[in-house]
């Protein structure tokens, strides 16, 4: 159960585009589509912003998308606004279990 | 709307043991399974836990195997969390989260507000 590989920072201005990886294995990541990533905000619980790798739920912007290629997942983020500075997460399912990625803090330069 | 509220947390000395409980509103509770998360002071995020929708399997983290255990009572929608053994590395926020299915997908799409437990003499 070791956890997925994230960048710890990122940044970008208001209005780009910026991608945070989550490097996993074979077996979890690469083996399976059920990749997700959450938001969290200081202080409060993680929201879902995408789940089996690159569906969005009800009500989360366009502007979240997330792929998977090989044994590396991906989220991106277009249209940089100032509430999306928070701390991002992926996460995999593995053989009856869960793993998390360490996170990663986005801000918005 | 889905609610989750965690409850029965508190400081506690190490070694010994306390229960969590976190009741479920809004959906129909006995179609989802359940999950444990906790985030320690500073740290990200770490699974715990998960429980089937009937409570006919449970899957465990390595660091709480054979301390901790997951139950729930579908007739009062709600989920426990027995930890037992506890050491100073258990203090973290606990989060109650509903996975979007009735078994382990591992897509937690609901969370609580967490409750803080503290493992500290």
């Known amino acids: 159960q070791s956890a997925l590989t994230q960048p710890a920072s990122v940044s970008g201005s208001p209005g780009q585009s910026i991608t945070i990886s989550c490097i996993g294995t074979?077996?979890?990541?690469?083996?399976?589509?059920?990749v997700s990533w959450y938001q969290q905000h200081p202080g409060k619980a993680p929201k879902l912003m995408i789940y089996?790798?690159?569906n969005r739920p009800s009500g989360v912007s366009n502007r979240f998308s997330g792929s998977k290629s090989g044994n590396t997942a991906s989220l991106t983020i277009s249209g940089l606004q100032a509430e999306d500075e928070a701390d991002y997460y992926c996460?995999?399912?593995?053989?009856?279990?869960?793993?998390f990625g360490g996170g990663t803090k986005l801000t918005v330069l | 709307q889905v609610q989750l509220v965690e409850s029965g947390g508190g400081v506690v000395q190490p070694g010994r043991s306390l229960r969590l409980s976190c009741a479920a509103s809004?959906?129909?509770?006995?179609?989802?399974?359940i999950h444990w998360v906790r985030q320690a002071p500073g740290k990200g995020l770490e699974w715990v836990a998960f429980?089937?929708?009937?409570?006919?399997?449970?899957y465990y983290a390595d660091s709480v195997k054979g301390r901790f255990t997951i139950s729930r009572d579908n007739s009062k929608n709600t989920l426990f969390l027995q930890m037992n053994s506890l050491r100073a590395e258990d203090t973290a926020l606990y989060y109650c989260?509903?996975?979007?299915?009735?078994?382990?997908?591992?897509?937690?799409?609901?969370w609580g507000q967490g409750m803080l437990v503290t493992v500290s003499s």
């Open positions: 989260a509903r996975d979007r299915a009735p078994v382990l997908t591992a897509t937690l799409d609901y």
């Open positions: 996460s995999s399912y593995t053989a009856s279990s869960k793993v």
């Open positions: 089996e790798v690159s």
């Open positions: 809004g959906f129909t509770f006995n179609n989802y399974g």
């Open positions: 074979s077996s979890d990541v690469g083996g399976y589509n059920y």
């Open positions: 429980i089937w929708y009937d409570g006919s399997n449970k």
